[in-house]
T-cell receptor
């Protein structure tokens, strides 16, 4: 099992460009998440999906959109990238939204916006 | 509001020495508590978690943590640190809605 996979691993964008970060999990999990990691701030939740067909905003959703394509895949889109979106992005999944469920993380996408 | 504080941004210990990483949380109900480790350039891996029962929990790689409700703490410990333990460590609290609130992280360096 690959667990949680993310593509691409690295990306450099110019201000105003758009891109989509892809995430897939093979653990048959219901819930999926997108986080961003910035130095000294830990991980902050951007969007999450409780189950296939649903998505909700997290702590820092501005400038992002998401799509839960099916049970396996959850993508994050930047429509018009800004330098403030330079960060490391992590996708995660869990069996459900119940608070005691472990979240499994992908390896991350390092994004630089110039 | 729920929050997690890791007071130490960076800690350096000698190989073979003991380790304690501090974590304090603010949460109204009984918390679900987690410790994750992130090796350089990698994703996060769960070390251990607490949600009920025995307040001393054992995790992978020889780590343990103790939940102290009276102090709102969930400190991570290891009796003897190995060079491969150098990484960033995150404490997190999980709420009823399944979202994780992370602390700022503690970077651990290990001296030979």
């Amino acid at each position: 099992n690959a667990g949680v996979t993310q593509t691409p691993k690295f990306q450099v964008l110019k201000t105003g460009q758009s891109m989509t970060l892809q995430c897939a999990q093979d653990m048959n999990h219901n819930s999926m998440y997108w986080y961003r990691q910035d130095p000294g701030m830990g991980l902050r939740l951007i969007y999450y999906s409780a189950s296939e067909g649903t998505t909700d905003k997290g702590e820092v959703p501005n400038g992002y959109n998401v799509s839960r394509l099916n049970k396996r895949e959850f993508s994050l889109r930047l429509e018009s990238a800004a330098p403030s979106q330079t960060s490391v992005y992590f996708c995660a999944s869990s069996e459900s939204l119940l608070g005691y469920n472990e979240q499994f993380f992908g390896p991350g996408t390092r994004l630089t916006v110039l | 509001a729920q929050s997690v504080t890791q007071p130490d941004i960076h800690i350096t210990v000698s190989e073979g020495a003991s380790l304690e990483l501090r974590c304090n949380y603010s949460y109204g109900a009984t918390p679900y508590l987690f410790w994750y480790v992130q090796s350089p350039g990698q994703g996060l891996q769960l070390l251990l978690k607490y949600f009920s029962g025995d307040t001393l929990v054992q995790g992978i790689k020889g780590f343990e943590a103790e939940f102290k409700r009276s102090q709102s703490s969930f400190n991570l410990r290891k009796p003897s640190v190995h060079w491969s333990d150098a990484a960033e460590y995150f404490c997190a609290v999980g709420n009823q809605g399944g979202k994780l609130i992370f602390g700022q992280g503690t970077e651990l360096s290990v001296k030979p």
